[in-house]
Nanobody, 119 residues
Framework: QVQLVESGGGSLQAGGSLRLSCAYSGYTYCMAWFRQAPGKEREGVVGMASDGRKTTLGSVTGRFIISKDNAKSTLYLQMNNLKPEDSAMYYC????????????????WGQGTQVTVSS
């Protein structure tokens, strides 16, 4: 199983930017970011395959950018122009044979990092 540790969450005002990090150990074809707001289902944000191909998993496009530094074994999520509706617990997911949009397709999860955006 892939070990994942997220960091970088915080509280900020709308319009700001934040970069989340996910340190990983082990091999996985796909790594992805998901988020879950209180009372809502966990939804996919964006995924990246081991060949660098990126896949949008949900409704957020353009503002969120996924990247990976293989030398540091770290996955990133750059979030720009944040909105209050982006407030959620953000999770790093891995250990999937493809970049599924359904969270059930991933076997490994980090503990999550909270992002809170105020208006």
């Amino acid at each position: 199983q892939v070990q994942l540790v997220e960091s970088g969450g915080g509280s900020l005002q709308a319009g700001g930017s934040l970069r989340l990090s996910c340190a990983y150990s082990g091999y996985t074809y796909c790594m992805a970011w998901f988020r879950q707001a209180p009372g809502k289902e966990r939804e996919g944000v964006v995924g990246m395959a081991s060949d660098g191909r990126k896949t949008t998993l949900g409704s957020v496009t353009g503002r969120f950018i996924i990247s990976k530094d293989n030398a540091k074994s770290t996955l990133y999520l750059q979030m720009n122009n944040l909105k209050p509706e982006d407030s959620a617990m953000y999770y790093c997911a891995a250990d999937a044979p493809t970049c599924y949009s359904d969270f059930a397709g991933y076997k490994s999860w980090g503990q999550g990092t909270q992002v809170t955006v105020s208006s």
